[in-house]
């Protein structure tokens, strides 16, 4: 399961670092919902659950989170997701480490529903931090990997983009 886990997680870095070096805020959400359901399979065959849970989650917010318009709707869909968060955790509790993931994605979900494209990628560095630590915890090292350069990647995208 070990080896799986990593190989799935290896295919998660090649989407993972795609979707950070893509300007467009569309392309870098269906690409960054792709290497959420990587991420939520390899951290299943780990056995972090509240990893697992909030990952695979996160395909369906951050592809949502791009097509809503109406501000009440963006309200009401980010309180859902946010909540959905809340009680994954809560059911896949495994002490503070699940407090990681958690914190990582109800900030992912705030960047990705209220703020624009740069504003929101500088946001996500915190909840990249978390999932950072998060894989030292469980010696997920693709991800960890991925994260790591995913950040720097991050940092360059966000540098080359014009200021607001």
């Known amino acids: 399961m070990l080896i799986l886990a990593y190989l799935i997680g290896a295919i998660g870095i090649a989407v993972e670092w795609r979707s950070y070096v893509l300007y467009d805020a569309q392309a870098f959400r269906r690409w960054s919902a792709a290497g959420a359901v990587l991420w939520g399979l390899m951290y299943l065959l780990l056995g972090a659950w509240t990893a697992a849970l909030t990952m695979s989650c996160t395909a369906a917010r951050t592809l949502v989170s791009g097509l809503l318009t109406s501000s009440t709707r963006k309200h009401v869909i980010a309180g859902f997701f946010v909540t ?45 931090v978390a999932w950072i630590i998060n894989d030292i915890i469980w010696q997920a090292w693709p991800a960890l990997l991925a994260e790591s350069v995913a950040v720097l990647l991050n940092l360059r995208t966000i540098s080359k983009m014009k200021t607001p």
Do not use: C, D, K
């Open 84 to 128: 959905a968060f809340v009680l994954m955790t809560v059911f896949s509790w495994q002490g503070l480490v699940s407090l990681l993931p958690a914190f990582a994605v109800i900030n992912t979900t705030l960047a990705l529903f209220y703020l624009e494209n740069r504003s929101m990628r500088i946001l996500m560095l915190a909840s990249s």
